[in-house]
């Protein structure tokens, strides 16, 4: 029998809530408050959709299909959840329901599936690249909290693809390169080398890639470095800081670009003298980046 999916009779429409309600009810006994407020939301809007696109059985079963093979690829090394969750948009807006603003503090994006713990050390004007291909980038700025006071001793976590659009892990052999930490001085301050971030695509290879082609969606990011900052009483700011001007910003393929950590990265030529002294042989960047650290308290 085939269903006239613009024409729902009004019984049909009661037996359809009817189950609704019969879900949500089975949630009564949970002991568990919280999971019984996220299970009957999600039932709620899960049931939903089902009833407004008027969802077929063969429809369901390839969505079943799909998040099945989600969790075949999914591994140590690969968590195509998490890159499902990123282009769907829910990561970000976790973020941004968690992540509140509060005064200056500097906004929040998404961790992304490649930050990893132990990385190297670096002292101030040091290179985070260690081999790594790319454009050299002098990055420098400041971490102060929410009332302008420099923040002494924070810990900034930096990450990024190399110039082929590749972190580290990708590569499968054991380095370790365009990743380090280094602290803030006295002064809040900071710098270090890295490389000017390029574009690169998301993994595409799987089920998730396939969606976004079969969307019509481009799996690109807009380049950009990864930061994460924590220091005693300030809440953990994980953040990117993006390139001004790149094409790729307005379609970023994990909504991470917010206006405020769009920055300018200035070009100079082979020749110029750096920060630090250094005559490079070749051409390179530098961009200013100050961190506002909002208090734990202001969770």
């Known amino acids: 029998m085939t269903l006239n999916r613009d024409v729902v009779s009004a019984g049909q429409r009661a037996r359809e809530e009817d189950l609704v309600q019969r879900v949500l009810r089975s949630f ?6 919280r999971l019984g407020e996220i299970m009957r939301s999600l039932v709620t809007h899960l049931h939903a959709v089902v009833r407004e696109v008027r969802l077929t059985e063969a429809e369901w079963n390839k969505a079943i299909e799909f998040l099945t093979a989600v969790g075949h690829i999914t591994d140590g090394r690969r ?8 282009v769907l948009g ?13 005064g200056a503090a500097t906004e929040a994006t998404v961790l992304g599936p490649f930050f990893t713990e132990g990385s190297p050390r670096i002292d101030h ?3 985070i690249s260690n081999g790594a291909e790319g454009q050299p980038c002098w990055v420098e700025g400041t971490v102060r909290d929410t009332d302008g006071r420099p923040v002494p ?15 580290d892990v990708q590569y499968g052999d ?7 930490h280094l602290f803030t001085g006295d002064d809040g301050g900071y710098r270090f080398w890295a490389l000017t971030p390029t574009p690169y695509p998301i993994p595409h290879d799987g089920p998730v890639g396939q969606l976004l082609q079969a969307a019509g969606r481009s799996p690109v990011r807009a380049p950009h470095l990864h930061f994460m900052v924590t ?9 990117h800081i993006f390139v001004s001007g790149d094409e790729h910003l307005g379609a ?7 206006e405020s950590l769009v920055k300018d990265f200035v070009r100079r030529p082979a020749g110029t003298p750096a920060p630090d002294g250094r005559l490079l042989e070749r051409d390179w960047a530098r961009v200013r980046f100050d961190i506002v650290l909002a208090r734990e308290e202001a969770l």
Do not use: M
Request: net charge negative; glycine share 10%; with cysteine.
């Open 174 to 180: 054991g380095r370790t390169a365009a990743r380090a």
């Open 153 to 167: 001793g924070a810990r900034i976590e930096v990450w990024e693809a190399d110039d082929d659009g590749f972190y």
């Open 90 to 102: 829910a990561s970000t807006q976790t973020i941004t329901v968690n992540d509140e603003a509060h």
């Open 252 to 258: 970023d393929s994990v909504f991470g670009v917010k």
């Open 28 to 33: 009564d006994t949970c002991e568990d408050t």
């Open 125 to 127: 004007g040091g290179d």
């Open 231 to 239: 220091a005693p009483g300030a809440r953990r700011l994980v953040t």
């Open 79 to 86: 968590q195509e959840f998490i890159l499902l969750s990123d």
